[in-house]
């Protein structure tokens, strides 16, 4: 098992450039194919985009519409919740203050509240970013003490590790739930950052084992004989240079957490409910509400589209390690 | 990001000014460090595994916790084995977890290469291919039938318009569900492949090449004697998990089919969803998931045995 | 990057996620599907919290997975919902599993008489045992299977000729399942104002419940039974009879024949979208969406019209509707249960149904203006008088899994024969009964 991470190790310098250059109209053709599969796999993307931006009758138009007059009925359908009224009740209401008010009024409902869409992306925050931080935590460490200790067992406790990757989380879902009715740690944050910490957690092991390996073991000897402990070696020397290792890490790691469902539906009903769980569920008058589900698709891809362009530099650097995500 | 996190990791020693011979043992140390990831792995982990194990001899419901409980022995394992249903629902899982990872190896490998021929722009667009996989596969589910609509979806119209078949369901029919499936697994997953084996082939030292340019190898025989070699190991790698993610799959297909037409989409893990938590038959799914889990575990304990004689040629 | 300001923001968001979720002091949260009728309910509770200073707070699952996340919910102890209003079908499981409180006591002492109630709703929504003194719920939203027809398209004189011409009869409401599927196939394709429209939109679903409840309204009319009613369970000769295999059979062909392209995993959503947007002549849908329609833009008015589940063999309909209860699980009981007993009184009843809730109070529905108070409230006492429900036992959402899977592989995925199909499920049901030792 511990031979799966071998080819994975020395290639740190991945940037160097082939030396054995293509030519330039193979170069030119490669781009052109790559792009034009760029474009036609991102074009169900760009629809759920543009999709965001209709109104729900253009949403579900025959044949489907492509330039329609932009609305931002979806984003407010997203944020709120509406009551249809009769005519008499719309005359008789004083007059709209704001354009949403105004929006909705269109369509003859008024605004009854918030919805539950912002508490439900800050769950996804919180368990999000939480569960990321803390696998992140514990992996590096373990990694460290993998990598640089002689722990007795290590190969074994390496494959134990890895081996609970393997396991469909399926099979623990059941106790996972029985266990959690019994702690009550049903529907609560914790629970589910727990969770997914555990599933994260032998992928950032080995990730950051790798990336660790890579890091010569001169630099913390050095910073012994100068007087550091070891864990201000870790802590100064170590860390430092497993910057790029941790961030693609965190990007893998985040990946999964934040997109999870089957665990957020089965372990959560509302207060501490993700946005996955959520989203496909938005409902209009009659069916899904289409821009609804489309705006609130691309708000709640914006954070991992950012935060994966912020670390971009370390995740193509480190495209290596990441590779071995799961 | 790197900064020491002050809750969830036992460091209870302060960091001080202290020669290298104080402070603690690297023993000691090096438990410190272990055990809060082995804890976190027992507790969640392997613990309900043997719950299961257990649960899965039992006649427990769930829902029914009064229920007298009885101990059923083989019953439920014999039950399932013997169950034709569930052979279907397997047949199911194999037919769309084959598919999806050929479909995914070809297109993946072969962005991969082209990528790697860098041109001007390529992290660029590498960054934008890799979009689909940062998705929620849930709503991409959702979002796929929406798409899939046969009067009103993008895809049915671009289908016509290269070619005029009219009006057809992607998701209604039986042949074509299970390919629906594929479809867009394949959509949202080749980005993985991708990125594995492009990890694969910039860890080719150039020097092979070099070597390979002077022993006047052409460009075919350069391909399959040191690029698809030295690529091997990571496309392996890459197949072993979309292997058994798509074995485990779940939320896509869920919202993208519910399992129907009838059950031509039902994969196993929507079964066992099923079984555990709508019929609540907890014993009897609890066997059935460490089928699943034997059966995924032991493939790729295999897999990984073929994998490493692979790399050791 | 700022390492110390992202440690301390990833920290505080661990420590936010640890801490229990503040109760809130007067505030109750009231769980549901998301449909009309909540809204409707949202509205009317206001008067609610102005009365008595208790804040509402609501949670509502669309239905694709509403019996999913609450029965999960119920199970799991949770306390997220102080009062449910839940499916007919789960009174059985949450009165054995104590997931409800028993509300006789509190009926007793707040002089709410459940002999206010429309009996087949009490029977249907309340006893569990069925039709036993013990009640589980207070009857909050009556409902049943009809149908829904554009009465503008059966109006038009070219369209009448046409169906006249080809059936010999008057293009009318179709008063047996015979004539519905006539109906349907001559909207079939037909185009109306230059647009292809379609004959009917009915429940195909799959994952919940919805091709139960459809192919349910089919074989009720055709005089389905359960099992046998003289020894319960014994279901062979009933459930595969040759009225429901030929029921069956007719549903299929409708299926077949007069639904709009890709209408193979439909719900209520779905067939009101199909409706809405102008592409079907007639959908099955429940009661609770007709006020909806009645005041749609679109097909609102005289547009649309209503009526009962067709006869053929007899008059049936499927039962639909919810019973509102109190969590056993919630905090807040007294809360909830305040909630209740406002509910029941005659004047917020009638509120109730004037915003689009069907209450099942008799003061309401036995008062002399109610068949004139909205063009399906006729129909709406009609079908209520021939209602019948799908398994209420406590291992129900088996039972309706099964029957989901055995009618759906028939229906839409062709597999094998009605008979064969009704076959498997009895096979099915059995082994769940004899499971809970029922058989």
Redesign the interface.
Known sequence: ?T??A???R??AA???????T?SRL???L??A???V??VV?????F??FL?GFKTP?D??????VLIAEPSLEGYVNLFT????Q?PEYMTALPPATTWYDKLVRSR?MVI??PS?FPGRFANS???G??ST??A????V??A???S??N?PLKDD?LF??L???????????????????TLGL?????GL???Y??VN??LA?WLLKGFIDEIPREYEEAA??D??????A??KVV??Q??TG??AT?IFCL?FS?????FA???T????QT???F???I?G????D?PA??AG?SL??LP??FF??LL?RHL?RG??F????? | MSRFPRSGAPIPVPITAAPAHRGLSDRAIAWLFITPTILLLLAINIFPLLWTIQLSFTNYRANRPNAPLRWVGLENYTYILEDFEVWERLQTTAHFVAWSIGLEVVLGFGLALLINRRFRGDSFWTTVILLPMMLSPAVVGVFWKYLFEPQSGVFNYLVNLVVPIGSFSMLGEVNLAPWAIVLVDTWMWTPYVMLICLAGLRSIPDSIYEAAEIDRAGPWRRFWSITVPMVMPFLLLAVLFRAIENFKMFDLVVNLTSGGPGSTTELASITLKREAFEKWKTGYSSAFAIILFVTVFGAATVYVKLLNRVKNR | MPRTSIAALAAALLVAGWQPAQAQDKQITLCWAAWDPANALVELSKDFTAQSGIRMKFEFVPWSNFADRFLNELNSKGKLCDLMIGDSQWLGGSAENKHYVKLNEFFDKNNIKITDFLPATVYAYSTWPKGSPNYWALPAMGDALGWIYRKDWFARPEIRAAFKAKYNRDLDVPKTWTELKQVAEFFQGREIDGKKVYGAAIYTERGSEGITMGVTAALYSWGFQYDDPKKPYFMNGFVNSKDAVEALEFYKSMVKCCTPPGHTNAYMVENLDAYKSGQVAMQMNWFAFMPGIAKDPQVGGERSGFFVNPKQKIAASTLGGQGISVVSYSDKKDLALEYIKWFAQPDVQKKWWALGGYSCHRSVLESPDFTKSAPFAADFLVAMSGVKDFWQEPSYAELLQAMQKRVHDYVVADRGTAKEALDLLIRDWTRTFKDVGKL
Do not use: C
């Not at chain 1, 796999?41 to 993307?45: C, D, F």
């Open positions: 098992m031979t799966i071998v080819p994975l020395g290639v991945a940037d160097v450039h082939s030396v054995v293509p193979s170069r030119r490669a781009a194919a790559v792009i599969y760029a796999a991102t074009i169900p993307l629809w759920i999709t009758s949403a579900i138009a025959y044949p489907p919740t509406r009551s249809r009769t003859n009854s509240g539950n925050l919180i368990v970013f939480g931080f803390l992140v935590a514990l992996g460490l373990a460290y003490a993998f640089r200790f722990v406790l134990f590790i081996s609970t990757r393997m396991m469909p989380p399926i099979a623990v879902a059941i106790p996972i739930f029985l266990m959690y009715r049903s529907d609560t944050a914790l950052i727990l969770l910490t555990a957690i032998s092991v012994l004989v007087g550091y402990t070891r864990l201000q870790f802590w860390l430092p497993a910057r941790i961030a965190a990946i934040w997109n999870e469902y089957a539906i089965l372990l009903s509302g207060e501490a946005a996955p769980a989203i496909p569920y409902i008058e009659g069916g899904l289409w589900v489309a698709t709640f891809l991992i589209v994966t362009i971009r193509l495209i290596t990441g590779a071995v995500r799961k």
